[in-house]
């Protein structure tokens, strides 16, 4: 590749033949090339020197100079030379040299042996294929969030992998829709994900299970969301079988819903049969929860929703004939709502909500009359108008208690400090437990963390805060593990006390930040 006959003008030639043909840029084939005639000048002249190369960006011409650093004392002859005799290398600018300079002395053009062209040619090779590399990375991380289309090239262990023109990419087993065949040969639309950067090269991955490529099919088939009238809310799939999705329009003239599914369906069955017959409900947005809730649960009628936006969680009341089609087969219904709007939701018959309402109220009675000793009349009429905790009894005024019929303010303040007594009994209680659990004040002052937290985790042998940082948000919440192909639930530490996973993170979050500062 070179050699000491190589017209300069050809070597020029060359690296704009390869910077075409790979699309990299000129100034790396160049820099490439002085890297490798520099490889074989070292070996030429010895490693021991320091020699740098430099190839004319116009003519073409080669210089090879040697670099030696202007010392006083020499310790190393191949790197370093006296003041002296640098002025006699360098006789026209010999007035201004001074120690710490640099000089340059020029060496002999190199005829290349067969082992240093050899040896050029790998660095040459080298550098072209990493830049080739990062050049097709930077291509395609622009790609990311977009759909892409190839042709399945091979299947390997039942991952496929697609030819997509100047690279490849992969969408493994579970990204795949379930039961969909796909062969070599084929055709194949896909979301891009994630396109990682890794030493050998980079790596594209595909998926036609994520939510975003239900999306991203809209977003090609409907001119109104290409443009921006109609906005995507949210997507929930469970591939292969059924999705919905939220839409919505700011022009109050556009049907959201009407534009996605199209003149008799032709928009919304061309993403169908994309997708394998993939049923999708499509579903207006509205920043009514209640309603988008009951859109979202369809077909099933709802009597009543209740919301609890601190845990973000609803409870949806219904009637029994209504129960099946909310929960849907396999609860896929109520599984897709629940992703679609990101509230965890609960389904009850009317009959169930009854008997647990009057559940939770002998309950919270019981809790009153045991804990401030009151008789069962006193307790029932506290939670009936309200009051349905010892915390809250401590927090209020005596004028609002003796607001209720048959309580005057002395039995109401009576009623307070009661309260705000057994909290601090109970709280000692537990500042005793705790400290026969073993757990440490670093986690105990966490903030965030409640006492009945903190019994919960000394229970389970988390007793420090660094125990508690290496922590997921599944563990303290709950989730879901595969085990042998099989979805398998995960109890929780702290599910009891329904912790967002936003919260659960923000507190694993700031436990680390405590612990690795």
Same mark, same amino acid.
């Given at each position: 590749?070179?050699?000491?006959?190589?017209? @300069?003008?050809?070597?020029?030639?060359?690296?704009?033949?390869?910077?075409?043909?790979?699309?990299?840029?000129?100034?790396?084939?160049?820099?490439?090339?002085?890297?490798?005639?520099?490889?074989?000048?070292?070996?030429?002249?010895?490693?021991?020197?320091?020699?740098?190369?430099?190839?004319?960006?116009?003519?073409?011409?080669?210089?090879?100079?040697?670099?030696?650093?202007?010392?006083?004392?020499?310790?190393?002859?191949?790197?370093?030379? +006296?003041?002296?005799?640098?002025? @006699?290398?360098?006789?026209?600018?010999?007035?201004?040299?001074?120690?710490?300079?640099?000089?340059?002395?020029?060496?002999?053009?190199?005829?290349?042996?067969?082992?240093?062209?050899?040896? =050029?040619?790998?660095?040459?090779?080298?550098?072209?294929?990493?830049?080739?590399?990062?050049?097709?990375?930077?291509?395609?991380?622009?790609?990311?969030?977009?759909?892409?289309?190839?042709?399945?090239?091979?299947?390997?262990?039942?991952?496929?992998?697609?030819?997509?023109?100047?690279?490849?990419?992969?969408?493994?087993?579970?990204?795949?829709?379930?039961?969909?065949?796909?062969?070599?040969?084929?055709?194949?639309?896909?979301?891009?994900?994630?396109?990682?950067?890794?030493?050998?090269?980079?790596?594209?991955?595909?998926?036609?299970?994520?939510?975003?490529?239900?999306?991203?099919?809209?977003?090609?088939?409907?001119?109104?969301?290409?443009?921006?009238?109609?906005?995507?809310?949210?997507?929930?799939?469970?591939?292969?079988?059924?999705?919905?999705?939220?839409?919505?329009?700011?022009?109050?003239?556009?049907?959201?819903?009407?534009?996605?599914?199209?003149?008799?369906?032709?928009?919304?069955?061309?993403?169908?049969?994309?997708?394998?017959?993939?049923?999708?409900?499509?579903?207006?947005?509205?920043?009514?929860?209640? +309603?988008?809730?009951?859109?979202?649960?369809?077909?099933?009628?709802?009597?009543?929703?209740?919301?609890?936006?601190?845990?973000?969680?609803?409870?949806?009341?219904?009637?029994?004939?209504?129960?099946?089609?909310?929960?849907?087969?396999?609860?896929?219904?109520?599984?897709? =709502?629940?992703?679609?709007?990101?509230?965890?939701?609960?389904?009850?018959?009317?009959?169930?909500?009854?008997?647990?309402?009057?559940?939770?109220?002998?309950?919270? +009675?019981?809790?009153?009359?045991?804990?401030?000793?009151?008789?069962?009349?006193?307790?029932?009429?506290?939670?009936?108008?309200?009051?349905?905790?010892?915390?809250?009894?401590?927090?209020?005024?005596?004028?609002?208690?003796?607001?209720?019929?048959?309580?005057?303010?002395?039995? =109401?303040?009576?009623?307070?400090?009661?309260?705000?007594?057994?909290?601090?009994?109970?709280?000692?209680?537990?500042?005793?437990?705790?400290?026969?659990?073993?757990?440490?004040?670093?986690?105990?002052?966490?903030?965030?963390? +409640?006492?009945?937290?903190?019994?919960?985790?000394?229970? @389970?042998?988390?007793?420090?805060?660094?125990?508690?940082?290496?922590?997921?948000?599944?563990?303290?919440?709950?989730?879901?593990?595969?085990?042998?192909?099989?979805?398998?639930?995960?109890?929780?530490?702290?599910?009891?006390?329904?912790?967002?996973?936003?919260?659960?993170?923000?507190?694993?979050?700031?436990?680390?930040?405590?612990?690795?500062?």
């Amino acid at each position: 590749m070179l050699n000491r006959g190589l017209d @300069k003008q050809e070597l020029l030639r060359i690296v704009d033949a390869v910077a075409n043909e790979k699309s990299i840029d000129k100034e790396l084939v160049i820099g490439s090339m002085e890297s490798a005639i520099q490889k074989a000048a070292l070996t030429k002249f010895g490693n021991d020197n320091n020699i740098e190369v430099i190839i004319d960006r116009e003519s073409g011409d080669i210089k090879i100079q040697k670099v030696l650093d202007i010392v006083e004392k020499v310790e190393d002859s191949a790197r370093e030379i +006296t003041l002296n005799d640098a002025k @006699k290398i360098d006789t026209k600018a010999a007035d201004e040299l001074k120690i710490g300079d640099k000089i340059f002395e020029e060496l002999p053009q190199i005829d290349f042996g067969r082992i240093a062209a050899q040896s =050029a040619k790998q660095v040459i090779s080298s550098r072209v294929r990493e830049a080739e590399k990062n050049r097709q990375y930077e291509d395609f991380i622009d790609k990311q969030g977009q759909i892409l289309s190839g042709i399945i090239k091979r299947l390997e262990y039942g991952n496929i992998i697609v030819d997509l023109g100047k690279a490849e990419g992969v969408i493994k087993k579970d990204e795949l829709i379930p039961r969909e065949i796909l062969k070599t040969g084929d055709r194949v639309k896909a979301y891009c994900y994630e396109v990682k950067k890794e030493l050998k090269g980079h790596q594209i991955f595909l998926s036609r299970a994520h939510p975003q490529f239900l999306a991203r099919l809209f977003f090609q088939e409907v001119p109104e969301i290409y443009e921006g009238t109609i906005e995507i809310k949210s997507v929930a799939r469970d591939p292969g079988s059924r999705a919905k999705i939220c839409v919505f329009s700011q022009d109050s003239s556009i049907d959201p819903v009407g534009a996605c599914v199209g003149m008799r369906g032709s928009r919304v069955q061309t993403i169908v049969n994309e997708l394998h017959g993939e049923k999708i409900d499509i579903i207006k947005w509205t920043e009514d929860l209640p +309603t988008l809730i009951s859109e979202s649960l369809s077909p099933a009628e709802i009597q009543k929703v209740l919301i609890d936006q601190e845990n973000k969680r609803i409870d949806i009341i219904l009637t029994e004939e209504n129960l099946s089609k909310a929960i849907g087969r396999r609860g896929q219904n109520v599984r897709l =709502a629940s992703k679609l709007t990101n509230f965890e939701i609960d389904i009850l018959t009317d009959k169930e909500d009854s008997e647990r309402r009057q559940a939770e109220f002998k309950d919270r +009675t019981e809790t009153l009359i045991k804990n401030l000793e009151v008789d069962e009349t006193l307790g029932q009429l506290l939670v009936s108008e309200g009051f349905t905790s010892i915390e809250e009894i401590a927090q209020t005024t005596p004028e609002n208690i003796s607001k209720i019929d048959a309580i005057d303010e002395e039995t =109401a303040q009576e009623l307070i400090n009661r309260s705000k007594e057994n909290l601090i009994k109970e709280k000692e209680a537990v500042a005793q437990k705790l400290k026969e659990l073993g757990v440490e004040e670093s986690l105990i002052n966490l903030k965030g963390m +409640t006492q009945g937290m903190l019994v919960i985790l000394g229970q @389970k042998n988390i007793k420090k805060l660094q125990d508690f940082a290496d922590l997921s948000s599944d563990e303290l919440i709950g989730g879901f593990d595969e085990i042998k192909g099989k979805k398998i639930r995960i109890e929780g530490y702290l599910e009891e006390f329904s912790l967002s996973r936003k919260e659960a993170d923000e507190l694993i979050m700031a436990a680390r930040e405590i612990v690795y500062k």
